[in-house]
């Protein structure tokens, strides 16, 4: 005889073993870390996820098309910013970006560029911060099951990221004296390092630490040379990305509706 808890389960595992009703679910989640996490709850889920278009969209691994996004258009003579037609793009001289998101497993712009308005930000490229302080020894490639390091920047993809990145290491022989710190303050050495990084399907954050780590092996005395280990001075540590920027739910809905900024038309 069944029982309601008995039913409850049968149409349950019903409902999760069927790839499609999985997925609507699954792309009901706010946010990629929840995708990430979810991945980890049987093999079935995870092969969902990894193999549905639509997630790997939202999980950041699969670029969105940009045929799908309007570009936006900033225009110099009445400041204001607005939705942007195909013949406008391709003008000589044109300042337009795509509205995109930023993958939130990574990085943050809050308190970087935000506090300048929509207008001023889609003039430059948009600043962006590390979440937290990422293994350079590579083991993020097989943190969350590794597809860590193959995820997108940000969706629609930006194609160029520059980085300017302080570095320090710890180790044998590292310890600075007082006078060679350099002001840092911490008595470990630190290195500065700049660098471009472009790919045509999307930059994506393994593409930003193999840049990171190529530069640290090219320094004296390399990445892991006696013993020692680099990390990312996070605080000290910014990237643009070109081609896009990250506007707020208010800013998208002024866009949409017309224009913001200046004198609308």
Not at 26 to 44: D, E, F, G, I, M
Not at 73 to 85: G, N
Not at 115 to 127: F, H, L, N, S, Y
Not at 221 to 248: A, H, I, N, Q, R
Request: glycine fraction near 10%.
């Amino acid at each position: 005889m069944l029982t309601r808890a008995t039913t409850t389960s049968l149409v349950q595992n019903a409902v999760f073993n069927t790839q499609e009703l999985l997925e609507t679910i699954l792309l009901h989640l706010p946010k990629p870390q929840n995708l990430l996490a979810a991945r980890r709850v049987n093999s079935h889920w995870n092969a969902v996820i990894l193999t549905s278009t639509p997630l790997r969209r939202k999980v950041y691994l699969t670029p969105q098309p940009t045929s799908k996004h309007t570009p936006w258009l900033f225009d110099a003579k009445r400041k204001t910013l607005r939705l942007c037609t195909s013949q406008e793009c391709e003008m000589p001289g044109a300042l337009w970006t795509l509205p995109a998101t930023l993958n939130s497993v990574f990085f943050c712009v809050e308190g970087v560029g935000m506090r300048d308005g929509i207008t001023k930000r889609v003039q430059r490229a948009e600043p962006v911060l590390l979440r937290a302080r990422p293994d350079m020894s590579g083991a993020n490639a097989e943190e969350k099951g590794g597809i860590c390091e193959g995820m997108l920047v940000c969706q629609p993809a930006s194609k160029q990221v520059t980085f300017e990145w302080v570095v320090e290491r710890v180790g044998k022989g590292d310890v600075l004296s007082r006078s060679s710190r350099s002001g840092n303050g911490s008595g470990r050495l630190r290195k500065f390092i700049t660098d471009k990084v472009t790919n045509e399907r999307g930059v994506t954050f393994g593409d930003l630490m193999g840049a990171v780590r190529d530069a640290i092996k090219r320094m004296p005395g390399g990445l892991g040379t006696d013993g020692s280990e680099w990390s990312v001075v996070v605080e000290k540590s910014s990237l643009w990305l070109s081609g896009v920027v990250f506007p707020t739910e208010e800013d998208r809905e002024g866009v949409e509706m017309g224009a913001v900024g200046g004198r609308a038309t």
